[in-house]
Every structure is written in C-alpha cells, then in structure tokens.
C-alpha cells in the first residue's frame, strides 16, 4: 500500500502508471475494513487530472467503491466524498455508454452516509437512477436503482420533481409494470416494498407524478395489491401513494368508486394505527368535496361517521406508528382546517399535525410559522361552532408550539 500510494502521489499527471497503481489498489483494497481517507484523496486527483481516459476513470470508480463499501464511509471527511462522488458524475457525462462505471456509480449511491450527509446534486442523480429503473437486464441493479429512488425522491422539491419529465413518466411506468409482476406471482419480497416506497414518494406534492400514476393504470393495479397482500407495510405505502393522489384536486374525484371506496373503509378499522391513519387521511381528503359523490350510489355520510368513530378509537396522538409520517408541508391540510361543516374532516387534519408537530416540535413548529397555518389554529380555537374536540386539539398545538418556542427560540410575532 504505500509503494501504490506513492506511485499515485509521484505519477498524478501520467496516465500510464496512475493506471497501474489504480489497479493494483483496486485488488489491495477489494476486502479492505480499514478507513484510508488519504488514499481515497490520491483516488480524486487520479480522477480529476485525467478525466477523458477511461480506464483511469472505470479504476478508479472502482477504487472509490472498495475504499467507501459498508461502513468504511462514516469514517470519511464529507466534502471528500462529495468530490468524489460529483467527480463520478462527471465521468459518466464523459463516458455514458460504459456499463461498468455507471454500476459503480449506482452501487457508491446505495451508500446510505453518501446519500443522507454528502452533497452533491440530487437532480442529476435522480435522473441517472431512474433511468437505471427502466433497464432490465439486471433485476439486482433494478432493485438498487429503486431502492435509491425512493430516498432522492424525498429529497427533491417538487419543482425539481416536475422538471425531470421524461424520466418520472418512465421510472412511475416501470415502477408500477414492477409491482403489477410481484403482484401477479404473488411474491411480497423486499423488491416490491422498495417500489411501493419509491412511488409513494414521488408522488408526495407531485401533482405531475400523480397524474403519471394514474394514466397507467396505477389505481387498478394498487386495488389489485390490497386484494393480494394483507401486510401492514405493503397498506401503508399503498394508502400512503393515494393520500397523495387524494390530495390533488383535480384527480381526487376519480378515487370516489365503490372498489376504492369498499377498500379504504376495510382498512380504516384495521388495527395497525398506520394503515388506519392513512386510509383516514384518503377519507378526509375525498369527502371534504361533495361534488364527486352526488354523481355515485355512496353514502358519504356514513363514511364519515365512520371516519369520526374511529378517530375517537385512536390512542393518544403521541403514539408511535411503525411507519415514520412526514410532512414536507401543511398546505394540504389547510382546506381541511377550514371545513366547519365537517369536523370529522378537521378532526384528522388536526389529529395529524398534532402527532408530527409532538414528533418534531423544530420542523413542525417553523413550518406552521411560514405557512401562516396558526391563524387558522386559532379560527378553530375561537370559532363559536366548532366541534369541542376539535378545538381541544387546535389548543394543544398551539400550547405545544409556544412551549417551543418559549424553550428554545425567541416567539415569533403572530
């Protein structure tokens, strides 16, 4: 090792031994289980010196991957990998048709300290990966790319979401080709999980993404899901994906079916809380507008009476739930808030951001500040015919959030 790390410091600027030196790194450190940051360093300036030769470039993604493989990544100074993992971007746009570095590049991105503390850019990476979706030859790599989409997707804005066009109506079309065969052979393996993960988070605040999902067929094939499986974890992420549909206005109404409706309210009396909560969260969103309704033979007053039945059957909303509930924003909740008319639709709107906002009182309590969401906390604590519940919930956010911000940071002006 330090006869290749010498070479890499004397040669940097010869292509010829920096491709031998890479190399044999390469085989020295294939099972290596101790961090070597100053060689990984050598690694970057082999990378960035050369980067219109290709074998320099396959070595050394090679090299990059064996040196950050399992935990040796932790042990990594950040801005480090953040250059080498912009350098291997680099080197794909250099080189796009070479296979072998592509998958080095996907493999270094199922690092999961890469993708949670690195910088780099999360727009370019999402496109590389999706298009690694729609490839078919490897299922492992498939399965990787999914697993990968799943994370980037929720670290993308939604205006980043809606610019990857091309890509998100390929990546939601393969995606759901992949959970209707999983479905079709019956096979709820780790696969079908990582898929229904990915969907549900590009859909999250993507209007577009939920329109793609549902011009392929994506609701038939999700019915067909929840008549296949009866797994807590496969209800969650499927009720998840449709709370973001429901969420859209103008695809809300296409959810108002007997098959859809039957199921959601099978679902709502589950006794997992998660699959419960979501299937209320559908609910909430579909009957806030009566409109679609009136147009069917469903009895949306009997659906919210059961909404509100079993809201009051909940425990506490500072119970744990298996599956984390996030929100990027509130805005969604906010016409939901303001329906007096129906206060088993405010209900679980506060329910909600009660639990998020007793989760994590530093991003929830901000968040109510910029979106201007605690006058209308407050309409619903002052209203005179609100139902008592719900203002008890309004008061107890609001409690919740001046105890923050009296703790741990000067109150806002509100």
């Known amino acids: 090792m330090n006869q290749i790390s010498e070479a890499l410091s004397q040669y940097r600027n010869r292509s010829c031994f920096m491709k031998e030196a890479l190399y044999r790194l390469f085989t020295e450190t294939f099972s290596m289980q101790v961090t070597m940051p100053a060689i990984l360093k050598l690694v970057a300036v082999g990378m960035r010196n050369h980067p219109l030769d290709l074998p320099v470039q396959f070595t ?51 690092n999961s300290r890469i993708l949670v503390d690195v910088p780099f850019d999360r727009f370019d990476a999402a496109k590389f990966v999706m298009r690694w979706i729609c490839k ?18 929720l670290q993308l804005s939604p205006e980043q979401t809606a610019q990857l066009k091309e890509e998100l109506f390929m990546a939601i079309k393969e995606l759901l080709a992949i959970v209707k065969q999983k479905t079709t052979e019956n096979l709820d393996d780790v696969t079908l999980l990582f898929t229904l993960k990915a969907l549900w ?62 199921h959601i309210c099978a679902l709502l009396r589950s006794e997992t809380i998660e699959v419960s909560y979501f299937a209320a969260g559908i609910i909430a969103h579909l009957t806030s507008d009566k409109q679609p309704w009136m147009s069917c033979d469903l009895q949306r007053s009997a659906v919210l009476q059961d909404l509100y039945a079993t809201i009051q059957n909940w425990p506490s909303s500072s119970c744990k739930m298996t599956a984390l509930v996030t929100y990027r924003s509130f805005k969604a909740f906010f016409p939901l808030l303001g329906n007096f ?58 409690d919740d959030f001046r105890m923050h911000f009296m703790n741990y940071q000067k109150l806002p002006l509100c």
């Not at 932790?74 to 570095?101: T, W």
């Not at 490897?138 to 980037?152: D, E, G, R």
């Not at 993404?209 to 038939?220: D, P, R, S, V, Y």
Request: with cysteine; glycine share 4%; hydrophobic share 40%.
């Open 136 to 153: 078919r030859e490897n299922p492992k790599m498939q399965t990787m790319a999914v697993s990968v989409t799943s994370i980037l997707a």
């Open 201 to 262: 988070n590009l859909t999250d605040e993507s209007p577009a993404a939920c329109k793609h999902f549902m011009e392929n067929q994506g609701l038939t094939i999700f019915i067909q899901v929840l008549e296949t499986f009866s797994g807590s974890a496969i209800q969650s992420r499927v009720l998840g994906l449709l709370n973001n549909v429901a969420e859209v206005r103008e695809l809300s109404s296409k959810l108002v079916t007997k098959d859809v409706v039957k």
């Open 341 to 398: 008319s129906q206060p088993e639709v405010q209900l679980w709107a506060l329910w909600a951001m009660y639990h998020v906002c007793s989760k994590n009182p530093s991003k929830y309590c901000k968040m109510l500040v910029e979106e201007e969401g605690l006058q209308l906390l407050c309409d619903i604590q002052e209203h005179n015919e609100a139902d008592p519940q719900a203002q008890q919930f309004a008061a107890s956010i609001l």
């Open 60 to 110: 050394a993604s090679a090299c990059a991957l064996n040196l950050t493989r399992q935990g040796l990544a932790r042990g990594m100074p950040v801005r480090l990998l953040s250059e080498v993992i912009c350098l291997l971007f680099k080197a794909l746009k250099n080189f796009p048709h070479c296979q072998q570095l592509q998958k080095n590049c996907l493999l270094s991105l199922t």
